[in-house]
Structures are given as structure tokens and as C-alpha cells.
């Protein structure tokens, strides 16, 4: 029974995990390094600025950045190369357009 509680709660963690950003000055202070792509067929995540934490459910892409670093699921550098970074975004216009390209760099947010 312990076991099986313990099962449902890293699942529930897993499906409530949200996207709460906050962007670092140095590369050194970083979770993951981000370059932002000039298209979305360059990207492995399009991303959507959402206005609200509560609309930054999962690692779909919608991302809500936070004012103040403690409060941050990720701490993120914008790198200026994409050589320099280990995953590429395209920033999107619609929430509908928000979503991973390629999938196997899904792990790095989690």
C-alpha cells in the first residue's frame, strides 16, 4: 500500500510540473542555456509567454517568467550562439502554436 501511494505521488509531481522561468545574467547560474531561433522549423520548442502561473501547466511550452529567481522551477541563460546552448526556442504569438519539435530534448526541462 506504501509503495503504491508513493507511485501516485511522483505521478502527480510528474503531471502537475510547471514552467516557471527566471532569466540569469551569467551562463554559470544556469539550469539549461536557451538560444532563441529566428524560425520555428530551427526550434525543438516553440514557446508561449503565458500572463499567469497558473497557465504554465506542464512541458508544453507555456512558460511564465518569474520576477524573482527563488521562485522558478528553472533558471535559464539566453545564450547568444546556438552553439552555446542546449536547447533552441522560437518564441510563438498563439498558445495553440506552443509545443515541442523535437521531443528528445523533453528531459532537459523536466
Known sequence: ????????????LHSSYSQKFFSV??????????F????KSQADLCVYKVDYKSQAKGNEGL?????????????????????DSDLTIFFVDYKS??????????????
Open 36 to 39: 532563441v531561433v529566428e524560425y
Open 1 to 12: 500500500m506504501r509503495k503504491l501511494l508513493y507511485i501516485f505521488f511522483l505521478l502527480y
Open 63 to 83: 512558460w511564465y517568467f518569474e520576477e524573482y529567481k527563488s521562485q522558478a522551477d528553472k533558471r535559464i541563460y539566453f545564450a547568444d550562439y546556438k552553439s
Open 25 to 34: 545574467e551569467y551562463k554559470s547560474q544556469a539550469d539549461i542555456k536557451i
Open 97 to 110: 502554436q506552443a509545443g515541442w519539435q523535437d521531443k528528445s530534448k523533453k528531459h532537459l526541462l523536466y
